[in-house]
């Protein structure tokens, strides 16, 4: 069945500092990626998608490229704030379009000043 | 986008009472809505699949009839948390194709 794996956290991290967070996917055809982001009490929000391989998905500084390749989709910031401290979640929904999301376990970043 | 809207957005209950959650496709028509489960710090898991004019497709471990759903429009579908116990107490959110955009989230309580 169709999987997605992150990695753990927490990730601590200073403020300006580059973060990557880990995803890789197990999933038979062309799923679509996605990235969201929930604040402490908040409910999802979409961070950004990608719906085929080498897309990029870019959102508020955020990025992270569908690699079939290597079944992964990595988020990526160059510089992150304080803000940024929340739960990322990976997940894949496949390509039917009305399945779905598969979540990774999340990860937990803390950005402190 | 599309947008999802989900209420109430918290709630807090007795032990044997029941609750009702609506999740509301607000600019589209949703002939399928999801129901998701999240613990404290865990991750999402995928309880039922509401369809609409027919009976809701529940994941292996989800009691349906406790979890009761029904989804009588393309732009409402309800889970109701029957008899709640504070074993039930936990995060719900509802989404809906196209798009995975999710609704804010309701946090039950049970007391």
């Known amino acids: 069945g169709n999987s997605v794996t992150q990695m753990e956290g927490p990730v601590t991290l200073s403020e300006e500092a580059f973060l990557t967070i880990n995803c890789t996917y197990t999933?038979?055809?062309?799923?679509?990626l996605f990235w969201y982001v929930q604040y402490p009490g908040e409910g999802l929000q979409l961070l950004l998608k990608a719906t085929k391989a080498d897309d990029k998905g870019s959102n508020k500084g955020f990025e992270a490229t569908y690699r079939k390749e290597t079944t992964s989709f990595h988020l990526e910031k160059g510089s992150v704030q304080v803000s940024d401290s929340a739960v990322y979640f990976c997940a894949l929904s496949a390509t039917s379009g009305n399945t779905p999301l598969v979540f990774g376990k999340g990860t937990r970043l803390s950005v402190i000043a | 986008g599309a947008v999802v809207s989900q209420h109430p957005s918290w709630v807090i209950c007795k032990s044997g009472t029941s609750v009702k959650i609506e999740c509301r496709s607000l600019d589209f028509q949703a002939t399928t809505m999801f129901w998701y489960r999240q613990f404290p710090k865990q991750s999402l898991m995928l309880m039922a699949t509401s369809n609409e004019g027919s009976k809701a497709t529940y994941e292996q471990g989800v009691e349906k009839d406790k979890f009761l759903i029904n989804h009588a429009s393309l732009t409402l579908s309800t889970l109701t948390v029957t008899s709640a116990h504070p074993e039930d107490s936990s995060f719900y959110i509802c989404s809906a194709p196209p798009g995975a955009f999710f609704g804010q989230g309701t946090r039950l309580t049970v007391v």
């Open positions: 999933a038979t055809g062309y799923p679509s």
